[in-house]
C-alpha cells in the first residue's frame, strides 16, 4: 500500500501569513508554503505517530461508544469560532484560495461560515438553522436554500466539514477489522446512513487511529455506491474548554480528493480555536448580512 498524504506534509515556518496567502493565491507559491507561515499558534496540536499503539478488535458496544467519543471531542458546551484557509484546485483552472470565519453554537445546532477573503467572495455566507441551510450573496441581497450536497465556496468541502460530528446521531456503524494506514493501525469502520436522515452522502467508511482515537482517513459514496470524495486529517489540535470542562478537539488540516473529478482537490487549514461566548444574535440572517455594509 502507497503511503497516504498524512506522512507528506511540511512543517516549517517560512513567511508572514499575509504574503504567503497572496503569493499562494497567485500560483507562486505552493500550498506548504501557505500551511508553514502559521503552523504555529497557541493552541495544543498532537500529530499522529506510528507505532505508538497496537489495535485490537471492537465487540459491537465498543464500536457504538468509539463512534460516540468521536463527535463528543469536537463538540463544546458552548460556543465555537475558528478561521479558516481553502485553497481550491481544478483542472485547467488557476488555484484558488479563500479565507473565512467559522461560528458554532454546538448546543443550538448552529452554524455560519462567512467569507473575507479574496474581495470577490466577501460578505457571502452560509447559515444552518433548524437544520435548513441557507446561503447568501451580498451582490444579489438574496437568501436561498441549499442541500447538503452544497460544495462550500465552489470547493469540495461541504457543511459536515466545518461543523460538529453528529456520526452516531446520523449513521449506524458496522466494524470492519484493523488496518493499516501506511504506517498507523486503524480502526476501519462503515457508517450507513439512519433511515429519515439528510446527509451529503449515505455511506463513508473511516479509518480511526488505534492511538489517538482521530479520524485519520474517510471515503464517503453516493447512493448508488460510487465513491465520490476521499479525504485525509493528518493533523488535530485541541484546548480546554471552560464550559465543557473538557479538552475540545479541531482538525487542523483536512485534505479532501474529489473521486468524480480526478486531479480536483481541496485544502482546508483551521487556526486559532476561540471557545469564548459569542453575541447572542449572532446566528441570525440580519447579522450576516450586515457583516457585507
Known sequence: MNASPIMR????????????????????????????????????????????????????????????????????????????????????????VLEALIYRRDTDDKLMILFSNPKSEKGKGYLR????????????????RRTERERIGGTDSRRADFDESRLSEEFDPTDNGIEKLGKFEAHKVTLNVKKGVDVAYPKIIMWISAGSGNTLKKQEYAASGKLMRTSYTPKWAKRFSESKKADVWTPKEIRIFDEVEKGNSTVILLKEMDLRTLPANLFTKAWLESQSR
Request: hydrophobic residues 35%.
Open 129 to 144: 438553522i433548524d437544520k435548513n441551510l441557507w446561503m447568501y450573496d451580498p451582490a444579489v441581497g438574496k437568501w436561498e
Open 9 to 96: 506534509l511540511p512543517l516549517t515556518r517560512r513567511l508572514p501569513v499575509t504574503l504567503t496567502l497572496g503569493l499562494a493565491s497567485l500560483g507562486v507559491l505552493p500550498w506548504g508554503l501557505m500551511q508553514s507561515a502559521y503552523a504555529d499558534d497557541a493552541v495544543k496540536e498532537t500529530e499522529e505517530k506510528p507505532g505508538e499503539a497496537t489495535a485490537k478488535p471492537w465487540t459491537p458496544e465498543e464500536l457504538k461508544a468509539a463512534i460516540k467519543v468521536v463527535d463528543d471531542r469536537q463538540r463544546n458546551s458552548g460556543d465555537y469560532k475558528t478561521q479558516v484557509y481553502i485553497e481550491r484546485k481544478e483542472k485547467s483552472k488557476n488555484d484558488v
